[in-house]
């Protein structure tokens, strides 16, 4: 079993809740996955509903051609022109969207094997996730980014962090600034925060980052709290991590997210937070997934029959129904109960307030295995309030807004890159109807539900 190295947190992150990582719990030989996929010139999905997400709508009865890689074409059926030599992939009665974006992702590195690597790339692209933002990064994601890039590894495309900033690494001032600049000057694409890192040692470090162009995104160590993150113009905040404890006078001792300050909260003190917020540019990616599945009352034994559970190493899922076991057993029901609920009205009230969403699920993690707990995430923002079409966009067209490549990707709309999935069913009526995946295309790339089930199970 491979666990991504990561520097022991601050006690209010249960070390067994962020240490159990999953990334190499893939029991199953998908060593297939690993090999590029040879295209030919052309694909047309024949009869499709389009789900363009631009806007909330359905174009019915289209032909979609791609050509190079990018949407050459977007016609009714019949009047569609296919070029010589396309593969015919038939829609009727399916819908195409865009390929969603997983933006708190993990991606093995350290001593994982190249396999072990390639293994969770796919099983993200299986899912229909064709973006991802590595949250813990590590000097071979920045090789498998440029290997994604040009084709000869089959992933979603890497934007990636660098090695935490923690209260081990990043103790003092010159230690932050040393990081922010090698980090910078070895091509990261941004800096991932993690508790523990002290004021001062903070304080340095955003500067210096705010002077080399590398944004902030993740944690809110305890001793930056939520109004200085905003005021160091993080690009994204994380697990709403900081939100309960602003909602607290005088917070202190915070446990996983607030669950145990959270009988102290001000709700009355959420819309400053929310315009605080907005006013700041920061975006969201609340992982809301991981903390229902810590804490919420489902028997961990029957969440160990979910199908994608057959991915992850019987030892690692033994680990996961003890943690949440801990849990539940550590702290009332009702504490439980009343954080999730105020999560989801922290949700709702952030998004209505015109703060950013980005989809983000922490995978792999505690129940999260790669490309499916995203969609198990849609589901969960749905519960929160959010309309299928607001979750779906939050994966969707704001992808390309956070990255600002929305010229390139986010919509399916002609001359955008080709990252797309065929869905069975509509998920704008049910989001359930995400993870019903007739085929993914990344890239230009089309695999078919029987090719991931193929390299899913091992076979070429």
């Known amino acids: 079993m491979y666990y991504p190295s990561m520097t ?21 030989d998908i060593s297939s996955a690993t090999q590029p996929v040879a295209q030919s010139a052309a694909t047309a ?8 997400m631009d806007k909330e709508s359905v174009l019915a009865n289209q032909t979609v051609v791609v050509t190079d890689g990018k949407i050459a074409s977007i016609t009714a059926a019949d009047k569609a022109q296919l070029p010589a030599g396309a593969v015919k992939v038939d829609g009727t009665g399916k819908y195409l969207m865009p390929g969603l974006g997983e933006l708190h992702a993990h991606i093995p590195g350290d001593t994982a094997s190249d ?8 099983l993200y692209v299986a899912n229909g996730v064709t973006t991802i933002r590595g949250m813990l990064g590590d000097p071979r994601h920045l090789v498998y980014r440029e290997r994604v890039a040009k084709g000869e590894v089959l992933g979603p495309r890497i934007y990636t962090s660098g090695p935490s900033f923690n209260g081990d690494r990043a103790k003092t001032p010159d230690a932050a600034i040393t990081m922010v600049t090698d980090q910078q000057k070895a091509g990261y694409d941004l800096l991932k925060i993690h508790p523990g890192v002290p004021r001062n040692a903070f304080d340095a470090m955003a500067a210096k980052a705010h002077e080399l162009r590398m944004p902030l995104a993740g944690h809110v160590p305890e001793a930056v709290g939520l109004t200085r993150a905003l005021e160091a113009r993080y690009r994204s905040i994380d ?18 997210f607030g669950v145990n300050l959270v009988a102290q909260a001000d709700e009355n003190r959420i819309p400053a937070l929310v315009e605080a917020t907005r006013a700041a540019g920061t975006w969201q990616v609340p992982t809301e997934i991981l903390l229902v599945n810590w804490l ?8 160990a029959t979910w199908p994608e559970m057959k991915f992850v190493e019987a030892g690692v899922l033994a680990n996961w129904i003890a943690q949440k076991q801990g849990f539940v057993a550590k702290y009332p029901q009702a504490d439980r109960q009343k954080l ?8 709702k009230a952030l998004h209505d307030g015109g703060v950013p969403f980005a989809l983000g699920s922490d995978a792999p993690q505690t129940w999260n295995v790669p490309g499916f707990s995203v969609h198990r995430e849609l589901g969960a923002l749905v519960a929160a309030g959010l309309t299928p079409y607001e979750a779906l966009k939050s994966g969707t067209a704001n992808v390309g807004v956070y990255f600002g490549t929305q010229s390139t990707v986010g919509t399916v709309t002609a001359g955008k890159r080709a990252d797309l999935i065929l869905l069975e069913a509509n998920p704008l009526t049910n989001i359930a ?12 790339r089309w695999l078919s539900k029987a090719d991931i089930d193929a390299r899913l199970a091992g076979g070429k």
Not at 45 to 52: K, R, S
Not at 239 to 256: K, R
Not at 433 to 444: H, Q
């Open 8 to 28: 022991t947190l601050v006690a209010r992150y249960p070390s067994s809740a962020l240490v159990a990582v999953v990334a190499a719990a893939v029991l199953l």
């Open 45 to 52: 999905f024949i009869g499709v509903n389009v789900l363009p």
């Open 115 to 122: 396999a072990d690597v390639e293994r969770t790339l796919f």
């Open 239 to 256: 697990h709403l991590d900081g939100y309960v404890e602003a909602l607290v006078p005088n917070a202190s001792g915070s446990q996983v």
């Open 296 to 303: 919420n009352d489902e028997d961990p034994k029957a969440m």
């Open 340 to 347: 999730l609920a105020l999560r989801r009205k922290l949700i």
């Open 433 to 444: 109807n995400s993870s019903r995946i007739a085929g993914v295309m990344v890239n230009g």
